[in-house]
């Protein structure tokens, strides 16, 4: 039944009777004790900064492009530390990539549940779609125009799961897909917000990130995902959005089938920590 300041005070007292050698210094202290009246007194001295943020769920919901790489677990991660619930995608391209990549992925989703909360983990069976574009569009574009439909099919999956916004782990410059131009030939396809939390990072930026939360040691196993799969000698670094949009009516004839029956065949795997 009283102050908290006549607590300081009282608090001083026992301690520097106890401890007599001691001296109180208030502006530069070596050891600061903080005392936490509730059903019980708690005294603590050492406070362990968590992620801070705000509470997973109340921001909303976001479906995050997930790979066997560094960056979109981070990306992930960040987004979801802002109180936005996520789920994400993965682009499976048997027999390319095996069983193991995919594994992977699902680790991480789980090692990123641990922050974010469970997470609905769609696996997109995207085989016949990536070797229809390689046989027919010219092979520098393969990456942007694999990774466009990729935002297509994230986004569909994303209306349908009540997700408003989609998470990527781009960063400008770091690959060829990630330039300025490749980004806005990206975009150009998504009607919904995609948030891209390490834009401005640097790899080592990124590194540090993963390896606070526990996920680096995960993504540089060595399992190729479908991205690494069918990258081009050469890939294109500027593209022409005309250009690209010329290349995909190539597609015509079959993409749409190919995307309904990726879409149907969709595996969904809870991760949850």
Avoid: W
Avoid at 15 to 31: G, K
Avoid at 222 to 232: G, K, L, R, S
Avoid at 243 to 255: F, T
């Amino acid at each position: 039944p009283v102050t908290s300041e006549q607590i300081n005070r009282d608090m001083g007292e026992v301690i520097l009777e106890a401890f007599p050698q001691m001296r109180v210094d208030v502006h530069h202290p070596y050891v600061i004790l903080h005392v936490e009246v509730r059903q019980r007194i708690n005294l603590f001295s050492l406070m362990i900064p968590g992620p801070g943020g705000m509470p997973v769920g109340t921001n909303g919901r976001a479906m995050l492009l997930l790979s066997g790489g560094i960056d979109s677990p981070v990306a992930g991660y960040m987004i979801a530390k802002r109180g936005v619930k996520i789920d994400a995608v993965y682009f499976h391209a048997p027999p390319y990539t095996s069983e193991r990549a995919k594994q992977k992925v699902v680790d991480l989703a789980n090692l990123v549940a641990r922050y974010a909360g469970p997470i609905n983990l769609h696996v997109v069976n995207f085989t016949d779609i990536q070797l229809y574009i390689y046989d027919k569009c010219p092979h520098e574009e393969l990456t942007i125009i694999m990774r466009r439909y990729m935002m297509r099919i994230a986004q569909t999956i994303a209306e349908r799961t009540g997700s408003i916004g989609l998470i990527t782990g781009e960063s400008i410059g770091q690959v060829a897909s990630q330039t300025l131009q490749s980004l806005a030939a990206t975009n150009e396809v998504c009607t919904m917000p995609v948030f891209r939390p390490v834009i401005g990072f640097d790899k080592q930026e990124i590194v540090d990130v993963s390896e606070k939360i526990g996920t680096y040691e995960t993504s540089i196993q060595p399992y190729e995902d479908c991205c690494t799969i069918f990258v081009a000698k050469h890939p294109v670094t500027k593209p022409n959005i005309n250009v690209i949009h010329s290349s995909e009516r190539r597609l015509e004839e079959k993409i749409d089938q190919l995307v309904e029956t990726a879409l149907e065949t969709t595996e969904q795997i809870l991760c949850q920590g």
